[in-house]
């Protein structure tokens, strides 16, 4: 079992969808939780960045973290054509130099 | 203005053959990182250096060697290439090795190697 999960899909949604994206996790020791963005041939992004349980707002996106669940989501409200891409979460437990991430899930907003 | 760079960005091979991944940044950034991302996506560590210094190495063939001129660059070296190496190097640096998380990685736009 890998240490994070994230469904890849495929995600298909229309512009002005709301989009949910999420992972689990296995390790309890995780405290910082991020979600990455990659479009196609790029390099990944960081997008948003969480410590602990709670959520995050920052314009259209918002990420929720529930350590009880061990359970992430990525909200981004009013989607448009320009947020297709693949959103990798990634967590860290503070104690060493490394990030988990989990395998990305691709998105397609369609105009 | 390119904060990460790397070259080369397409690299096509044969099986049995060595190859060096270059790897620059200018943000002045103190830590450096080599991942591997597969075709399913999942992005994996491979290596960090600190000022120079090894600080992460995962569980990665004796075939790849990292090597740290100076804290501005890390380049990666693979010998003896096999068809499983094909996948997408990502370098990434980040301003120091203390706080993953707060501390922003930035990824460079990848190196496509493909070994036939």
């Known amino acids: 079992q890998k240490e994070v999960e994230q469904d890849p899909g495929p995600l298909s949604v229309p512009e002005g969808a709301i989009v949910s994206l999420n992972c689990t996790y296995s390790n309890s020791a995780f405290q910082y939780f991020m979600w990455y963005r990659q479009y196609s041939r790029k390099g990944p992004e960081l997008l948003m960045y969480?410590?602990?349980?709670g959520n995050k707002e920052d314009g259209r996106f918002t990420a929720q973290v529930d350590k009880s669940s061990k359970y992430i989501s990525l909200f981004i409200r009013d989607s448009q054509p320009s947020d297709s891409a693949t959103y990798l979460c990634a967590m860290s437990d503070g104690g060493d130099y490394k990030l988990s991430f989990g395998a990305g899930t691709t998105v397609t907003v369609r105009a | 203005d390119t904060a990460v760079s790397q070259t080369p960005k397409y690299l096509v091979t044969q099986m049995g053959n060595d190859k060096s991944i270059k790897c620059e940044q200018n943000?002045?950034?103190?830590?450096m990182y080599w991942y591997k991302q597969d075709s399913k996506k999942f992005l994996k560590i491979m290596f960090s250096?600190?000022?120079?210094?090894?600080?992460i190495n995962e569980t990665v063939p004796n075939r790849f060697s990292p090597k740290s001129p100076d804290k501005a660059h890390l380049n990666l070296h693979i010998n003896s290439l096999e068809l499983g190496d094909s996948a997408v190097y990502f370098c990434?640096?980040?301003?120091?090795?203390?706080?993953?998380?707060?501390?922003?990685?930035?990824f460079g736009p990848g190196t496509r190697l493909t070994v036939l």
């Open positions: 250096y600190n000022n120079k210094e090894l600080i």
């Open positions: 943000l002045g950034h103190d830590t």
């Open positions: 969480t410590y602990s349980s």
């Open positions: 990434a640096s980040s301003l120091s090795k203390t706080s993953p998380h707060t501390d922003t990685q930035y």
